[in-house]
């Protein structure tokens, strides 16, 4: 249930947000730019929804898969962006092997890729202090009480963040496991990003080195 739930949001969220931008004559011409850009606005818009509805005390899985599928609907045009940006990244991690040291920093990302993830799957322990204490238990207690309101002995609750909301979702599809495994997906596009914003401005001619050391120092600090 927990990968399903976080496909979903992803999905819905680039879709949604790539056809926004369309919407407003703001897309990008390349299609990956495009369906992250359309990834970071589908998120907020979806997590504001997620607010909206804890607001109004329907903070219920229904009521949030309905705005899933009414946000994959709206993207519904954007599908093949999709696959042109796959394919796309597909290409570009081809060129970045065509050297020792882009192969060298491939290896490392597929390394850091599966330790992260198979260390946020693990339950949360006495080690996950801020998420015990306040992100996951600011949206265990959002979704068992069907709302979103002041928690009083947590000032951070005062003004809902956006991974709190995504957190919340996850709280209602399976608890923890959709919550921690929406943390590992924000990490990596945060290398994504850092991967595209160094091609664009250090070596969009080359194949790709600068951008992949640049992803490197950002994950390595």
Not at 175 to 197: C, N, P
Request: with cysteine.
């Amino acid at each position: 249930m927990g990968f399903l739930m976080a496909a979903v949001i992803v999905a819905a969220a680039v879709v949604f947000g790539s056809q926004l931008l369309c919407w407003m004559g703001l897309a990008p011409r390349e299609s990956w730019p495009h369906a992250l850009a359309g990834f970071g606005i589908g998120v907020v818009t979806l997590a504001y929804a997620i607010l909206v509805l804890g607001l109004f005390s329907a903070l219920k899985l229904l009521w949030v898969a309905l705005v899933l599928l009414a946000m994959l609907v709206c993207g519904i045009r954007q599908w093949r962006l999709v696959l042109r940006a796959i394919e796309s990244a597909r290409r570009y991690l081809s060129d970045c092997r065509a050297g020792t040291g882009g192969r060298i920093l491939l290896v490392f990302f597929g390394i850091w890729l599966l330790a992260t993830l198979g260390n946020a799957l693990l339950p949360p322990d006495a080690g996950d202090w801020d998420g015990l204490s306040q992100h996951l238990a600011q949206a265990w207690t959002y979704a068992h009480e069907g709302r979103v309101r002041p928690l009083w002995y947590d000032h951070h609750s005062q003004f809902p963040a956006t991974m709190q909301m995504l957190f919340t979702a996850g709280e209602l599809a399976d608890g923890y496991f959709t919550a921690r495994l929406l943390e590992w997906l924000m990490g990596v596009f945060s290398v994504v990003w850092a991967v595209l914003i160094a091609h664009r401005f250090l070596d969009r001619q080359k194949h790709g080195g600068a951008a992949l050391w640049t992803a490197f120092i950002v994950v390595a600090t």
